[in-house]
């Protein structure tokens, strides 16, 4: 079965004259939308409450039907207690009642209106509920036709750009890497025919020397074994030479024109690459570490939460229990976790403090003495980055090498990543390397760090 859809004209036909309401003549200011549309059937309008009022005022209590209502076409219903018929409704009680209801029966006093006027009320009110419905379906329409149209089209647009900026951005950085790996591979083929050209050359060379040196110390033990004496005494001129052209041969030594040169694969856009990969990816940062208590020295405090490490004044200090972990002389603390596989990363925040130092140790570092051995970046066993009167360096075994930042880091991080043996320095806000180290990493490291300025404090 095929339904037809019909317009429907929703003018009251038993308007009165003067308060007809058609769908085409009621004015959308005249309508009350903040008006709940249960509200409205329960008579609240107060427009249609006013004509209810006058309507009540001049009509007689004997109203008849009004039969262009389309509802009462027939005889009223009779009140059972008055035997008169319904043809008021009380607004108080919700109710149909008769006239003597109103005047002398339970409903005196109350609101009370002729049927005919309530029902007209009623179907304006239904009249004004459908057309703000109307009007609302009407903005649904124009919001789906024009805005929804509108965002569709747009989306379009900036969902392709922002693909084309992606490959964009993509295809740049992989024909930067292909360039630099095309570059990095080339410099390592070429450094390794050069160390197996001169291990070729060695070997000959080493080759033909100890030839020469055995046939030598052949000649030389046939002599000795079966040269009469009084031969073997002429011929002391003979063996000199042949000694003394086996000493020419002289010893051979390893160099390091013999090894691969490690910075033929050393690259700062790959390094920064694999960085950024690193710090960026799911698993940037690792288990959080916090300040060993046992370690930190007397010349610096550590709050509660064993994350923030501040130098004592030395008014401040306090003595503490001996503890063979704790530094005793320089202002020293380690991080409690200990590092031998994986990948690792943790920030600092150093903004506050002006003299600082970040890095690693072994765990076998000195503890105890104001002497190197304890003092970060001053032996063989620490790798720190250092920042003091506003200069920035790298220190290890003693040796300092300056670094060049362009501004002041407010956090810095470190990546120590134990399968290639690379220490990090990065500035957490920017992923900036500051400094890079690679190292044959012999035992297990431990955070490090010190402080003689303010605070600093572990982020991860």
């Known amino acids: 079965m095929t339904e037809e859809l019909v317009t429907c004209d929703l003018t009251c036909p038993s308007s009165p004259p003067g308060s007809e309401k058609t769908s085409g003549g009621l004015k959308p200011e005249e309508m009350d939308f903040e008006q709940p549309i249960f509200s409205v059937l329960s008579g609240g309008g107060k427009r249609h409450e006013q004509e209810a009022d006058t309507a009540e005022a001049t009509s007689p209590a004997g109203t008849t039907a009004d039969s262009e209502s389309g509802i009462f076409s027939g005889e009223y219903e009779v009140c059972v207690e008055h035997e008169a018929e319904l043809d008021w409704f009380c607004g108080t009680e919700q109710k ?35 057309e703000k419905m109307q009007l609302q379906a009407q903005r649904i329409e124009r919001f789906i036709d024009q805005t929804l149209t509108a965002k569709e089209q747009k ?61 030598t110390r052949s000649g030389l033990v046939h002599t000795l074994t079966h040269t009469p004496d009084a031969q073997l005494v002429t011929s002391v001129q003979e063996i000199a030479d042949r000694v003394e052209e086996a000493d020419g041969v002289g010893e051979p030594c390893d160099t390091d024109q013999l090894n691969l040169n490690p910075d033929c694969s050393d690259s700062k856009l790959l390094r920064g690459l694999w960085a950024t990969a690193v710090l960026l990816g799911p698993n940037a940062y690792g288990p959080s570490s916090k300040f060993d208590e046992r370690t930190v020295s007397p010349l610096l405090s550590l709050s509660d939460d064993l994350y923030t490490l501040t130098f004592f004044h030395k008014k401040a200090r306090q003595l503490q229990l001996y503890d063979p972990a704790r530094f005793d002389c320089w202002p020293n603390a380690l991080g409690s976790l200990s590092m ?34 304890a003092r970060l970046g001053h032996n ?27 501004r002041k880091p407010q956090r810095i991080g470190l990546l120590l990543d134990w399968p290639s043996q690379t220490l990090l320095f990065y500035e957490a806000d920017s992923s900036t390397v500051l400094h890079s180290v690679t190292h044959h990493f012999s035992a297990a490291l431990l955070p490090a760090f010190a402080v003689t300025d303010r605070s600093i404090t572990i982020l991860h």
Not at 344 to 368: I, M, N, P
Not at 383 to 406: I, M, N, R, T
């Open 380 to 406: 063989s066993q620490s790798w720190v980055l250092s920042h003091y009167d506003g200069d920035y360096s790298f220190c290890h075994a003693g040796k300092k090498e300056p670094l060049q930042v362009a």
């Open 155 to 215: 989306l379009q647009v900036v969902a392709s750009k922002a693909r084309e900026q992606i490959l964009a951005q993509v295809s740049a950085a992989r024909e930067a890497l292909e360039e630099e790996e095309q570059r990095l591979l080339e410099e390592v083929q070429k450094e390794e025919e050069r160390v197996e050209q001169c291990l070729l050359t060695q070997r000959a060379h080493w080759s033909q020397a100890l030839s020469r040196l055995t046939q």
């Open 340 to 373: 031998s596989s994986g990948t690792h990363s943790w920030v600092v925040d150093v903004g506050q403090s002006g003299a600082f130092k970040v890095g690693v140790c072994y765990t076998s570092l000195e503890r105890k003495g104001s002497g190197n051995e």
């Open 96 to 130: 149909l009642i008769c006239s003597h209801c109103a005047i002398v029966g339970p409903c005196h006093g109350h609101t009370v209106t002729p049927l005919a006027t309530r029902v007209t009320a009623v179907r304006n009110q239904l009249v004004d509920v459908c």
